[in-house]
């Protein structure tokens, strides 16, 4: 069973920076996405990496964040810059083996294993 852990979630103003972390033993076998859900509204995907490294990104962050991978460590991050506050969310962090990830963002399918979440508040 794969442990998902995240991390570095909290409170910035708007225009500042997060950096997200996601942790698991042989994480570097997975693709890995970044889902966020703010209240009231569905859980969306933000961004995925391949095993290999090939990326993808939602419309509404693309050139703001960039996701990333050490496999030396085991672990996903997510840098995100310019900070909205609409970017407002629990994020989570979800892998798929590689068979069934498919590098899109409108589905959940194959991601079998999630995180328990990270907060993430955009405030002034």
């Known amino acids: 069973q794969l442990q998902l852990v995240e991390s570095g979630g909290g409170l910035v103003q708007p225009g500042g920076s997060l950096r997200l972390s996601c942790a698991a033993s042989?994480?570097?076998?997975?693709?890995i996405g970044w889902f966020r859900q703010a209240p009231g509204k569905e859980r969306e995907g933000v961004s995925c990496?391949?095993?290999?490294?090939?990326?993808s990104y939602a419309a509404s962050v693309k050139g703001r964040f960039t996701i990333s991978r050490d496999n030396a460590k085991n672990t996903v991050y997510l840098l995100m810059n310019n900070l909205k506050p609409e970017d407002t969310a629990i994020y989570y962090c979800?892998?798929?083996?590689?068979?069934?990830?498919?590098?899109?963002?409108?589905?959940?399918?194959?991601?079998?294993?999630w995180g328990q979440g990270t907060q993430v508040t955009v405030s002034a």
């Open positions: 042989n994480l570097g076998y997975y693709g």
């Open positions: 990496i391949s095993p290999s490294g090939i990326t």
């Open positions: 979800a892998a798929a083996h590689p068979y069934y990830y498919s590098g899109k963002l409108n589905a959940e399918t194959g991601y079998d294993y």
